[in-house]
């Protein structure tokens, strides 16, 4: 495997990296074993993924699809299976998964323990509002089978949590019945960030999907420029999927980012140039509307052999108007640019998730080549501005946040520590959830010597 298991790139692989097959077996005999993750296929940016400590568990070789209903969208598949296959196994009857993040190359144990969202969050949720049953194997040797309504906190627990609840072995979910793949496609250009704000809500109401690229160097008149890009499923168009393969590619690293301001800033206006020529409504195919970086192999080379780092983050809709403006001002101060730089607007579906990322407001993702000291401060003070919005920065983005952060964050952290698999561990969750425990232990002990130890206080213990 690559000396790199994160897409990001900043993070080195884990030491150990084990089979399904030698990973069941060891959790079914109790053979000690250090600490087990189980492994998609390495799309998440930071080290939500990693488990340096111990060990990954590659779970690709379990790709199967089980059973799929045609009449219903109901689709069995084993954790590791890709959501490209799943396109390609139910396209043809006219069915399409009702949430798919931004690339297909992620595996369907993935999509669900990061409870991924998409375009559509107004409409459908995330992924995991679409999960109706998951097996899950776990450290006691019980292979369990959860259902939406019936294990409900052990399911909430599993669905965004990041594969710290156990081994995700399979999956049952429901797909979207679609006329066809291909995307009526309609393109708005915005000048401003208050533009895009007046028009978000009702392009989702409108539409199925709507997503925002904005031009995050612009200043000036220019600040704030954009175009809103809405679609829905054409009502006549292709129901076989188009070859998901990789045709052009980075062969190699480079040796220092391409991905500079002068770059961007010439990517930047032609890229809004070219979209904003496609007036009115017009087809477009699926692949390129919802993976548009998927036909490029290793893009993420082109961000150096620092590789990169992504911040996402969430905003109330009250906040918005202001927070969003504030953050894309503090990455141009820090003389920073994003290559991609993406806005939506999240709805109001809940997810069942115990502590997802999404919820109702707006979501803004950037990414910038990792420049060392100046990308991480650059990096803190967007989650500053974040948190004291009321906001929360994404987890499975992340590979450097403070666990103040993810706490402010996720105040229902807890609870997933109460659920986590004594046997299951990430990087990330070491650095965030552990220290916070550690902590909270720390400062509970000393307000139990401080009153002479008469205060009772139960706490979890790790």
């Known amino acids: 495997m690559s000396s790199h298991l994160s897409f990001g790139l900043t993070n080195p692989a884990a030491p150990k990296v084990l089979g399904p097959e030698a990973a069941i077996a060891l959790l079914k005999t109790r053979t000690e074993a250090g600490s087990l993750l189980g492994y998609g296929n390495g799309r998440s940016y930071g080290d939500s993924c990693l488990n340096r400590q111990g060990a990954v568990v590659d779970m690709r070789s379990m790709n199967r699809i089980l059973a799929f209903d045609p009449e219903t969208g109901m689709i069995e598949a084993e954790a590791g299976v890709l959501l490209s296959d799943i396109i390609a196994h139910v396209a043809p009857h006219g069915f399409f998964p009702a949430v798919v993040p931004g690339t297909q190359f992620v595996t369907l144990g993935g999509a669900i323990a990061n409870d991924v969202h998409g375009k559509n969050h107004h409409r459908r949720g995330t992924f995991g509002c679409h999960v109706e049953a998951l097996t899950l194997l776990t450290s006691d040797r019980r292979t369990r089978r959860l259902k939406r309504g019936s294990n409900s906190r052990l399911f909430a627990a599993t669905i965004g949590g990041m594969g710290l609840t156990g081994l995700i072995l399979s999956a049952t979910v429901r797909m979207m019945r679609v006329p066809s793949l291909d995307i009526e496609e309609e393109i708005t250009f915005f000048r401003g960030l208050d533009e895009y704000f007046d028009l978000a809500e009702a392009a989702d109401a409108a539409n199925e999907y709507a997503v925002a690229w904005t031009d995050q160097l612009a200043a000036g008149r220019r600040e704030g420029r954009g175009l809103l890009i809405t679609g829905n499923h054409a009502e006549y168009g292709a129901r076989k999927a188009s070859a998901a393969g990789m045709g052009l590619g980075v062969p190699f690293w480079m040796p220092v980012s391409v991905l500079n301001r002068p770059f961007l800033k010439l990517f930047n206006s032609a890229y809004c140039w070219k979209k904003s020529k496609a007036r009115g409504k017009h087809n477009t195919g699926y692949q390129g509307f919802f993976f548009p970086l998927d036909g490029v192999a290793d893009w993420n080379r082109l961000y150096g052999p620092k590789g990169l780092y992504q911040h996402q983050s969430v905003v109330p809709e009250g906040e918005a108007r202001k927070t969003v403006p504030a953050l894309l001002a503090a990455a141009r101060e820090a003389g920073h640019?994003?290559?991609?730089?993406?806005?939506?607007?999240?709805?109001?579906?809940?997810?069942?998730?115990?502590?997802?990322?999404?919820?109702?407001?707006?979501?803004?993702?950037?990414?910038?080549?990792?420049?060392?000291?100046?990308?991480?401060?650059?990096?803190?003070?967007?989650?500053?501005?974040?948190?004291?919005?009321?906001?929360?920065?994404?987890?499975?983005?992340?590979?450097?946040?403070?666990?103040?952060?993810?706490?402010?964050?996720?105040?229902?952290?807890?609870?997933?520590?109460?659920?986590?698999?004594?046997?299951?561990?990430?990087?990330?969750?070491?650095?965030?959830?552990?220290?916070?425990?550690?902590?909270?232990?720390?400062?509970?002990?000393?307000?139990?010597?401080?009153?002479?130890?008469?205060?009772?206080?139960?706490?979890?213990?790790?």
Do not use: C
């Not at 806005?343 to 069942?352: I, Q, T, Y």
């Not at 115990?354 to 003070?381: C, H, Q, V």
């Not at 590979?399 to 698999?421: G, K, T, V």
């Open 337 to 462: 640019g994003s290559f991609l730089t993406v806005l939506k607007r999240f709805g109001g579906v809940a997810s069942p998730g115990l502590i997802s990322f999404s919820r109702p407001g707006y979501t803004l993702t950037l990414d910038f080549p990792n420049r060392g000291a100046e990308t991480l401060a650059l990096m803190e003070r967007l989650d500053r501005i974040t948190v004291e919005a009321g906001g929360a920065v994404n987890p499975y983005k992340d590979a450097r946040m403070a666990p103040e952060i993810f706490a402010a964050s996720f105040q229902a952290w807890r609870n997933l520590e109460a659920h986590r698999d004594p046997a299951f561990l990430s990087d990330f969750w070491r650095r965030t959830a552990m220290r916070l425990s550690t902590e909270t232990g720390r400062v509970l002990a000393a307000e139990r010597r401080n009153s002479g130890g008469t205060r009772k206080t139960r706490i979890h213990s790790n």
